[in-house]
């Protein structure tokens, strides 16, 4: 029974940590790519205002645009900031430090002799769960997708869910093509 708990409470603490290093890695690169959307935005908004100067354009096409990439660049904006993703990833970052500490302690344990300092380790891990932001059951289908250990668990997903987990690991890109080609269809009609 004591090597189950003991075996049980490592693996939790390892997939855990596995998880939030995974999704940590995602609000990184979803603040990225949001930055670069804002960017792309504000580029254009930038160079459409400079060639409406030079070219004294006053088309109802050309000021659409400029008031669609003005509003957009205004919620890219509010929508990015209030997501907080560096700092949703930074406090990811200090619980998966954590995690690996108590990680490596447990690894040090024997279970016969150490119970009660396992016990002790499963109170932290389960007040340090209480502190930070959860993972999805995506961030965790990749923390055990390579795993050997994990089989059965694998099998439980659902083929759907594993479809959308697949795909959903290129949201970025489909966020940024789906928020950048609205620019580029008016540039074509406007120039």
Not at 10 to 19: A, F, H, L, M
Not at 51 to 62: E, F, M, P, Q, R
Not at 107 to 133: P, Q, T
Request: hydrophobic share 40%.
């Amino acid at each position: 029974m004591k090597e189950g708990y003991y075996n049980n409470l490592k693996r939790n603490i390892y997939i855990t940590r596995k998880s939030r290093i995974i999704l940590s890695e995602q609000l990184l690169k979803k603040n990225k790519c949001w930055n670069y959307i804002n960017f792309i935005y504000s580029l254009c908004l930038i160079g459409l205002a400079i060639l409406g100067l030079k070219a004294s354009i006053g088309t109802i096409d050309y000021n659409l645009l400029m008031v669609f990439l003005s509003v957009s660049v205004t919620m890219i904006s509010l929508y990015s900031n209030t997501q907080k993703y560096n700092e949703r990833a930074l406090s990811l970052k200090f619980h998966y430090i954590k995690l690996q500490s108590m990680y490596t302690k447990l690894s040090h344990l024997d279970f016969n002799i150490d119970f009660e300092r396992i016990k002790k380790i499963e109170i932290e891990y389960l007040e340090e769960l209480k502190l930070s932001e959860n993972h999805s059951p995506r961030d965790r289908y990749f923390a055990i997708k390579w795993d050997t250990q994990e089989v059965e668990a694998l099998k439980k997903i659902g083929w759907l869910n594993k479809i959308y987990y697949e795909i959903s690991v290129h949201e970025n890109y489909i966020s940024f093509i789906f928020f950048t080609s609205p620019i580029l269809y008016f540039i074509k009609t406007v120039i």
